[in-house]
């Protein structure tokens, strides 16, 4: 059974940090592209950051860009988002997702987490 | 960059009614489309990829049609536990966008 679980979520002040992990099983992790996808309070989902399977290919949303890092460790099965100078508006609820093709790039997450949350507020 | 937009925001139906809920690109994104059900509480979970890709274990009264700009997600029959939110998703050079989201209740 494939299954996604996030943490490391909490409270953090206006320009601090945090790094978010998600722990990955049931499934050969090194073959799929992994995802963030945050969910603001009451709010739509918006995808955050994606990485390729073997971690030579990332990309983000414009509004992390320079500000966060998506990283994954294989051996590990593990992926992880490390969140530096946030802000009141990176608040939410940070799932992690698996793109839904094996060995390749597909663009549909299939497998999701049950999300992390992340309140940046003094 | 392709913005999606979603109608209506929200709609409430009874029962058995047949529901359509339309997500429109800005521009042509042939079949590179995808629709998620979220319901409360919980995580998203892929209903149709493609466009019109049922995924595995996904109700047949569930649909999806379109390409370029137009895209269309049809419940046959709405059922109560089809209560939730869809969002429509683009997919290209290799990120996401998703749609505003609908509301269905019954």
């Known amino acids: 059974e494939v299954q996604l679980e996030e943490s490391g979520g909490g409270l953090v002040q206006p320009g601090g940090s945090l790094r978010l992990s998600c722990a990955a099983s049931?499934?050969?992790?090194?073959?799929?592209?992994m995802s963030w996808v945050r969910q603001a309070p009451g709010k739509g989902l918006e995808w955050v950051a994606n990485?390729?399977?073997?971690?030579?290919?990332?990309y983000y949303v414009d509004s992390v860009k320079g500000r966060f890092t998506i990283s994954r460790d294989n051996a590990k099965n593990s992926l992880s988002l490390q969140m530096y100078r946030l802000r009141a508006e990176d608040t939410a609820l940070y799932y992690c997702?698996?793109?839904?093709?094996?060995?390749?790039?597909?663009?549909?997450?299939?497998?999701w987490g049950q999300g992390t949350l992340v309140t940046v507020s003094s | 960059d392709i913005q999606m937009t979603q109608s209506p925001s929200s709609l409430s139906a009874s029962v058995g009614d047949r529901v359509t809920i339309t997500c429109q690109a800005s521009?042509?994104?042939?079949?590179?489309l995808n629709w998620y059900q979220q319901k409360p509480g919980k995580a998203p979970k892929l209903l149709i990829s493609?466009?019109?890709n049922l995924q595995t274990g996904v109700p047949s009264r569930f649909s999806g049609g379109g390409s370029g700009t137009n895209f269309t997600l049809s419940i046959s029959s709405l059922q109560p536990e089809d209560v939730a939110t869809y969002y429509c998703?683009?997919?290209?050079?290799?990120?996401?966008?998703f749609g505003p989201g609908t509301k269905v209740e019954i």
């Open positions: 997702a698996r793109d839904a093709g094996s060995g390749s790039y597909y663009g549909a997450l299939d497998y």
């Open positions: 049931g499934f050969t992790f090194s073959n799929y592209w």
């Open positions: 990485i390729k399977q073997d971690g030579s290919e990332k």
């Open positions: 521009q042509d994104i042939s079949n590179y």
């Open positions: 493609d466009a019109s």
């Open positions: 998703q683009h997919y290209d050079n290799l990120s996401f966008t």
